[in-house]
């Protein structure tokens, strides 16, 4: 039997993002983690409202930071400006306090200042000139980019990269559902009138739910021969860290809970590995004149790999 308050958050959702039900369920399981998500894709399909969508059904406090070249690292954390009144340097916060932070085409500013958000979305809290803030909970980065071959993009660290818990695609609408998101639309956009389903202590609660899900000593072995496999192929010149290993498992507990089990079975992390491996996976030169990429190579191990 399914979360009723989780099939009501992804209803709610899909009432603004139309024909996307994976992309809301992968964007859920990253709130349920306490993971953050990076979206790859080009301009115009609903990337930010699906963040918004979120927070508006939450009742979490939303915050936009469109990444642009001359951005600045304190425009990000924030940082000391001088009072005054007061005669003193008091701490102004940035719009990274907040409980859901869209990170506006992050690769459009230069790593100086993506690397801004690293504390942040690895300890929670933010270090300023020697002094250290605890941010809210929950907090998650949902950060957008657009495709790295596109005019005026910076790629993000592999440090950075490796932050995120999953990295997913929107795609394009099917006719039909597009015909239903332009009517939609003829009037005022769906977003306005969003209410809130879930208050931010049962998020809370959601999250430590989530840690009660049983994974057994079979599934994390499973876990770890398929993270390992990867790094030991010859066409990848860079594979995941255990970091991945823990994403992994972490998000197929919360895909448990979304599908309504108490613990995880082996399609739950074959379900995700793709999500989770493909922005942490750096292919070889020859693997790429191969035209192999990251979902073909994650594809093949998920066939060749016995299933627990």
Do not use: C
């Given at each position: 039997?399914?979360?009723?308050?989780?099939e009501?958050?992804?209803a709610?959702?899909?009432?603004?993002?139309?024909?996307?039900?994976?992309?809301?369920?992968?964007?859920?399981?990253?709130?349920?983690?306490?993971g953050?998500?990076?979206?790859?894709?080009?301009?115009?399909?609903?990337?930010?409202?699906?963040?918004?969508?979120?927070?508006?059904?939450?009742?979490?406090?939303?915050?936009?930071?469109?990444?642009?070249?001359?951005?600045?690292?304190?425009d990000?954390?924030?940082g000391?400006?001088?009072?005054?009144?007061?005669?003193?340097?008091?701490?102004?916060?940035?719009p990274?306090?907040?409980?859901?932070?869209?990170?506006?085409e992050?690769?459009?500013?230069?790593?100086?200042?993506?690397?801004?958000?690293?504390?942040?979305?690895?300890?929670?809290?933010?270090?300023?000139?020697?002094?250290?803030?605890?941010?809210?909970?929950?907090?998650?980065?949902?950060?957008?980019?657009?495709?790295i071959?596109?005019?005026?993009?910076?790629?993000?660290?592999?440090?950075?990269?490796?932050?995120?818990?999953?990295?997913?695609?929107?795609?394009?609408?099917?006719?039909?559902?597009?015909?239903?998101v332009?009517?939609?639309?003829?009037?005022?956009?769906p977003?306005?009138?969003?209410d809130?389903?879930?208050?931010l202590?049962?998020?809370?609660?959601?999250?430590e739910?989530?840690?009660?899900?049983?994974?057994?000593?079979?599934i994390?072995?499973?876990?770890?021969?398929?993270?390992n496999?990867?790094?030991k192929?010859?066409?990848?010149?860079?594979?995941?860290?255990?970091?991945?290993?823990?994403?992994?498992m972490?998000?197929?507990?919360?895909?448990?809970?979304?599908?309504?089990?108490?613990?995880?079975?082996p399609?739950?992390?074959?379900?995700?590995?793709?999500?989770?491996?493909k922005?942490?996976?750096?292919?070889?030169?020859k693997?790429?004149?191969?035209?192999?990429?990251?979902?073909?190579?994650?594809?093949?191990?998920?066939?060749?790999?016995?299933?627990?």
């Open positions: 039997m399914q979360n009723q308050e989780l009501n958050l992804i709610n959702i899909e009432k603004v993002i139309v024909g996307k039900n994976k992309v809301v369920k992968l964007l859920v399981t990253g709130l349920l983690t306490n953050h998500i990076l979206i790859e894709d080009v301009p115009g399909l609903g990337k930010t409202m699906l963040a918004l969508a979120l927070a508006k059904s939450i009742d979490a406090e939303f915050k936009r930071i469109q990444f642009t070249p001359d951005l600045l690292p304190t990000v954390t924030g000391y400006v001088y009072n005054s009144k007061t005669g003193e340097f008091e701490f102004r916060k940035g990274v306090f907040t409980h859901i932070l869209l990170a506006d992050i690769n459009r500013t230069t790593p100086r200042t993506q690397s801004a958000l690293l504390e942040s979305m690895q300890e929670y809290k933010v270090s300023v000139e020697g002094s250290t803030f605890s941010l809210s909970r929950p907090f998650m980065v949902i950060a957008t980019q657009n495709p071959e596109y005019q005026g993009t910076y790629p993000l660290p592999e440090a950075q990269i490796d932050r995120f818990l999953m990295k997913i695609n929107m795609g394009y609408l099917q006719p039909e559902e597009e015909i239903t332009i009517s939609g639309q003829k009037v005022q956009h977003i306005e009138s969003l809130a389903v879930l208050k202590e049962k998020v809370l609660k959601l999250q739910k989530v840690k009660e899900v049983e994974v057994s000593s079979h994390l072995n499973y876990i770890v021969t398929l993270v496999s990867v790094r192929r010859d066409d990848i010149r860079l594979g995941p860290s255990p970091r991945a290993s823990i994403a992994l972490k998000a197929s507990s919360a895909w448990a809970l979304l599908e309504g089990r108490d613990y995880v079975i399609d739950d992390v074959s379900e995700l590995l793709p999500w989770i491996l922005h942490r996976i750096v292919l070889s030169s693997a790429q004149v191969s035209d192999k990429t990251p979902e073909s190579i994650i594809s093949e191990l998920i066939q060749s790999t016995p299933i627990p």
